[in-house]
T-cell receptor
Framework: EPEVTQTPSHQVTQMGQEVILRCVPI?????FYWYRQILGQKVEFLVS????????KSEIFDDQFSVERPDGSNFTLKIRSTKLEDSAMYFC?????????????FGEGSRLTVL | GDSVTQMEGPVTLSEEAFLTINCTYT??????LFWYVQYPGEGLQLLLK?????DKGSNKGFEATYRKETTSFHLEKGSVQVSDSAVYFC????????????FGTGTKLQVIP
């Protein structure tokens, strides 16, 4: 069964460092998303991406964040200068064209720890 | 905007007890409704879904019915097992396009033997 894959599974970084989280969505999917879950808290929407541009972003997704689809398969989330409060689990998700029921397929997540 | 409200946890039940986790929603359109489950240390898995009023989603003994008149989508299971211990998220998505999924706060379920 096709699945969304994320790397790394866990990254530890120092405050102020740049971090790139990578995702490989399901191959024929066209809509891509990043979500964040701070430990023990709710799953929060960060950004959606379609047709090589951001379609919607939340208040959390400030200038420190960016997304990119550098090739036909990867979808990346970059945090330019990490802060302690960026420590969270980051989930990538994707959805296919015509899947109008809205279901998203999630990866296993990348845990980011900022020291 | 759209939102999902679900009951506070944690919920602690004995094995074979009946489970209900309440969920209500507000939406501008006619959303699809979901329950996602997150087992300890793992990612989000879709548990069940319903796409229109009166639809019943079901999976692994869990059920939820899309109640448009009460804007609710309560999760139920007749007899829980220890392996059901997880965090359960109610969620909705408007239809079409790039519409995101909006999650509730999650309800932690602990089932004790």
């Amino acid at each position: 069964e096709p699945e969304v894959t994320q790397t790394p599974s866990h990254q530890v970084t120092q405050m102020g460092q740049e971090v790139i989280l990578r995702c490989v969505p399901i191959s024929n999917h066209l809509y891509f998303y990043w979500y964040r879950q701070i430990l023990g808290q709710k799953v929060e929407f960060l950004v959606s991406f379609y047709n090589n541009e951001i379609s919607e972003k939340s208040e959390i997704f400030d200038d420190q964040f960016s997304v990119e689809r550098p090739d036909g398969s990867n979808f990346t989330l970059k945090i330019r200068s990490t802060k302690l409060e960026d420590s969270a689990m980051y989930f990538c998700a994707s959805r296919g064209q015509g899947m109008n029921t809205g279901e998203l397929f999630f990866g296993e997540g990348s845990r980011l720890t900022v020291l | 905007g759209d939102s999902v409200t679900q009951m506070e946890g944690p919920v602690t039940l004995s094995e074979e007890a009946f489970l209900t986790i309440n969920c209500t929603y507000t939406a501008t359109g006619y959303p699809s409704l979901f329950w996602y489950v997150q087992y300890p240390g793992e990612g989000l898995q879709l548990l069940l879904k319903a796409t229109k009023a009166d639809d019943k989603g079901s999976n692994k003994g869990f059920e939820a019915t899309y109640r448009k008149e009460t804007t609710s989508f309560h999760l139920e299971k007749g007899s829980v097992q220890v392996s059901d211990s997880a965090v359960y998220f109610c969620a909705l998505s408007e239809r079409g396009g790039y519409q995101k999924v909006t999650f509730g706060t999650g309800t932690k379920l602990q089932v004790i033997p």
